[in-house]
């Protein structure tokens, strides 16, 4: 079981990802599960940054829309958060 559940989903998230040398030099990355999840940059560093932040990004967006999310390695990210009231501690 994920320990922080958004860290371990996005670190398995990227050890998912695919990069690809392109004819200029620069690279390119997407994560095949997480749909239009792309970076590009003009090292394989760079782009593996940028690729991080894109996935940051997408999946914030995806849970205010409602979207559901890819499961990972295990990790569900579309379970439906319950609230207890303050007087249940």
């Known amino acids: 079981m994920a320990e922080y559940i958004l860290s371990d989903f996005i670190s398995r998230a990227l050890e998912e990802a695919v990069f690809e040398k392109l004819e200029d030099g620069s690279y390119a990355g997407r994560i095949p ?3 239009g999840v792309v970076a590009f940059g ?3 560093r760079e782009c593996e940054a940028e690729l991080h932040s894109t996935l940051e990004d997408w999946i914030l967006i ?3 829309q409602g979207h559901k999310l890819p499961i990972i390695d295990g990790i569900n990210l ?3 958060i319950i609230c207890e009231p303050l007087e249940t501690l």
Do not use: A, Q, R, V
Request: aromatic share 0%.
């Open 62 to 64: 995806g849970l205010k």
């Open 33 to 35: 599960d997480c749909i």
């Open 78 to 80: 579309n379970k439906e």
């Open 42 to 44: 003009k090292t394989l």
